[in-house]
DNA sequence: GGATGTGAAGTAGTTCACAGCC
DNA sequence: GGCTGTGAACTACTTCACATCC
């Protein structure tokens, strides 16, 4: 057990989906110039109710202060801790199509110490060139070692090259295949699919949940607010 | 009320989820010639417990058939009208960085019948440029009439875009940028974030769960099965 | 006074287990 | 015999409401 881990209890999912929100808005705060935030201010810019900021928060340890709310800096360090963002990542990804590419130049998808350290491709056409400053290797070589994984393959290649991350010692892995992949207990997998997110918009689109509430959906756990119904 | 909604009742956000997956599964399994599907294959396959198909499935109304499961055919059609698949849908694109670019150009992208009618960036290098057989138009430029609009841009323009698509009666909204936004209710709103699924593996890695059920995570309510362990 | 942290209550989602139907 | 559909039980998550502490 880690020791991240000693101070904070077992964090629900919709938890741990959380606290990167709460410390990219805590990080603004205090670019801002402010000092402390509140639960409720929090959970305004979240998009969550307060009472949810709290408990999640509270999971962590010992970090507010009753009567002033949370110290901004302490609490961005603390999620850091929690989230183990103060040590480093290795991340290769194998799929240099159009979305692998992309992928890698985002300035969204690196956080603070993950690390690029090698991209795949089977395209001989592609493998080779260079790619955010990685020459282009091919899916033939062995993978580098790595604690984390991204698939941009087509879908039928997904389940390769899942169980080749897991042979190569690779536990974590985000998959943009539209594949449901099979790994053994112990691997982690997140799944980004565009396709089925639209298919939830069209879905709310058709059925229209009505005047109240129709708008409010839940992805990573946030709940879009109602703007102008909570104002 | 449309009348999908006549023959099944209001599914829950998670169940609607899950909807898609089946509908490619189903779709695979009649490409290998089968005729009929039952729970547990779906569930298997799906990553979910043959008891969760068979309830959100009974969400759909009469459907499956005792002792010999669903058929796939009905079944592919009936997930395609409750989701709202049957219509068509216009969807823009905002924001044509190394994203907005991949996204319309990726093969998963675009389902059935969602048609990309426009497309648009700020950059006065990339506006007049042709991206997926459209030209792209100026950030300034009314936006056109579509039902879905898809946020590309950085963090600090979203709320604009959002802001800019209620206006243009565009109430379901795919925003990939690391940004809250805020939507009158009635509009819907789902956020697909790179980084946070980076970090939600981080976590995972660093506060190992365990032996047991350490790497079965949820996302879109997939449970990523673990194969050794379930097989 | 003011905001946290948390039992208790409420709500949502999943899984069990089996009656019912083919 | 086999598999769906579903009450009932269970588990997970959220929200309320307030005692607690600064």
Redesign the pocket.
């Known amino acids: 057990m880690s020791s991240a881990l000693k101070r904070s209890k077992q964090l ?4 741990v989906a ?1 606290l990167p929100i709460y410390q990219r808005i805590t990080d603004e705060w205090i670019r801002r110039g402010n000092i402390r ?4 201010t ?1 959970g305004q810019l979240a998009g ?11 999971g962590l340890g ?9 110290e901004c800096i302490l609490l961005k360090s603390r999620i850091d801790e929690v989230l183990g963002l103060d040590k480093r990542y290795d991340i290769i990804v194998v799929g240099m199509g159009n979305l692998g590419r992309a992928l890698v130049n985002s300035r969204n998808f690196l956080t603070g110490n993950a690390r690029l350290v090698g991209v795949y491709d089977s395209d001989p056409a592609i493998v080779g060139t260079e790619v955010a400053g990685l020459v282009v290797r091919s899916i033939e070589e062995p993978l580098l070692p790595a604690t984390v994984g991204v698939i941009c393959t087509p879908a039928e290649f997904a389940q390769d090259v899942a169980d080749r991350l897991v042979a190569n010692n690779t536990h974590a892995m985000l998959n943009f295949a539209p594949k449901v992949v099979t790994v053994p207990i112990g691997t982690a997998v997140r799944y980004v699919d565009f396709s089925i997110e639209l298919q939830i918009l069209e879905y709310h689109l058709t059925n229209g949940t009505g005047p109240l509430g129709g708008g409010v959906l ?1 992805t990573l ?1 946030i ?1 879009a607010p109602g703007a102008t119904a909570n104002a």
């Open positions: 629900s999912e919709p938890t959380r935030i509140d639960s409720d929090l969550v109710q307060s009472a949810t900021v709290r408990r999640d928060l509270s010992p970090l507010g202060t009753r009567g002033s709310g949370y839940h756990g709940t």
